[in-house]
Each structure stands twice: as C-alpha cells, then as structure tokens.
C-alpha cells in the first residue's frame, strides 16, 4: 500500500533560521506529491507539488525535489518567519491507483520564535 | 466567498446521536472527499465520490455514512456518534486531473465533539 513518514514535531527554529521537515514516501505505481500547510484554525492549503522524477516544487521560499532514488520530498526553506509557524503534511496521490484521495504523513508542527 | 464551504463549524453531541456535516463546493469540481484528522496521527480518508452515482470507501469508513445529493454538496453521516469520532472534519474537492496536477482544496474544517 501507499504510506508517508514524515519528521516529528514540534520542530522549533529561530527566526531566519534554515528549515528542512524530512519525508519519506512508499508507493504502488507512480505518486504525485504535494506538501499542504495548515495554519491555526484553518484547513489545509497546496503549498506546493512535484508530479514526477526530479520536479522541484516551489511556493513562498519553500522546495521541495522529488527524489525517486531515495523516495524522498523534503521540505526546505532558506529563512523561516514566524508566520511561517504552522503545520505540514507531506502527501502523494497515486494516478490510476484504484483508490482515490490523498494519502498523507502524520504532521509536522512548526513553531518559528522571534 | 470560499469555494469549499462546511457546515456546522463546530458542534458539541452526545453518544448515540445522529450528526450530519455538510459539505458545499462552488469550484465546479467532481470528485468529493471526507477526511478526519485526529492528532498524531494526519488525515484519513473516510469516503469519496466521483459524482453523484458514484460513492466509494474510504480507509477509515465503518461507522459513517455519506450522500453525494448534487455535484455541489456531499454530506458526511453519523448515524450514532460516539467518543472516538471526536475530531476534525475536512471535506475536500479535486478535478479529474486534479490529485495529479493540482491536488485538492480543502474546507475550513467542522470540529466534532462526542460526550
């Protein structure tokens, strides 16, 4: 079956620190992947995509490459800011895969401190 | 105007109640999902629809029930609420190309509370 691991938070940086959240993907066929973001209170947002082999997506400071040689997507940011605080959910989506839906990691809680 | 919207936002009910959650869509979209996430452990899917003649189980479906009553609105049941059904409740939309190219767009969420 499909599965996503992400990193455990909470994850605690220093303003215009550099960030990386580690996720690792296994999958039947061929995966989308996508990392959402979801701030307090609200639901989740696209933050960004990469839909095959070597993509890289971005998206507000943030990358992330799809590494198929190491079933990697991590997330980078050169400098975090405190409004970049919130939680991220690695994903993939598997095209023609028989089931439908997201399959997602378990969240990774980002906290930035001015 | 968001284009996926829920309702109720939060509601509080006692075991043995039935619950419906409603989900609307103004993005023109087919395919619909409920999710619910519980902390720790992500978002899981419940069920989804491809239209409305076309409902499927999700992984975590036992205990809910849904009806895709148009291509704009898709509600989440449940026919006896329980404790562990307490959490977060996301509807969710995406195109035919959609989990593909684009992903999918989430509603602002409805918290559930079971006593």
């Known amino acids: 079956g499909n599965s996503v691991t992400q990193m455990e938070g909470p994850v605690t940086l220093s303003e215009e620190a550099f960030l990386t959240i580690n996720c690792t993907y296994t999958a039947t066929g061929y995966p989308s992947l996508f990392w959402y973001v979801q701030y307090p209170g609200e639901g989740l947002q696209l933050l960004l995509k990469?839909?095959?082999a070597d993509d890289k997506g971005s998206n507000k400071g943030f990358e992330a490459t799809y590494r198929k040689e190491t079933t990697s997507f991590h997330l980078e940011k050169g400098s975090v800011q405190v409004s970049d605080s919130a939680v991220y959910f690695c994903?993939?989506?598997?095209w023609g895969g028989g089931a439908d839906g997201l399959t997602f990691g378990k969240g990774t809680h980002l906290i930035i401190q001015p | 105007d968001a284009d996926v919207t829920q309702t109720p936002r939060n509601r509080i009910t006692k075991t043995g109640k039935r619950i419906m959650l409603e989900c609307s869509q103004t993005k023109g979209h087919d395919r619909m999902y409920w999710y619910r996430q519980d902390p720790g452990l992500g978002l899981r899917l419940i069920y989804y629809?491809?239209?409305?003649?076309?409902?499927n189980k999700g992984e975590i479906s036992d205990g809910y029930s849904v009806s895709r009553q148009a291509q704009a609105k898709f509600s989440l049941s449940l026919e006896s609420a329980i404790p562990n059904q307490t959490a977060l409740y996301f509807c969710a939309t995406s195109d035919l190309g959609g989990l593909a190219e684009g992903g999918q767009f989430f509603g602002p969420g409805t918290r559930l509370t079971v006593l």
């Open positions: 629809s491809f239209d409305v003649k076309d409902i």
């Open positions: 994903a993939l989506s598997v």
């Open positions: 990469a839909t095959k």
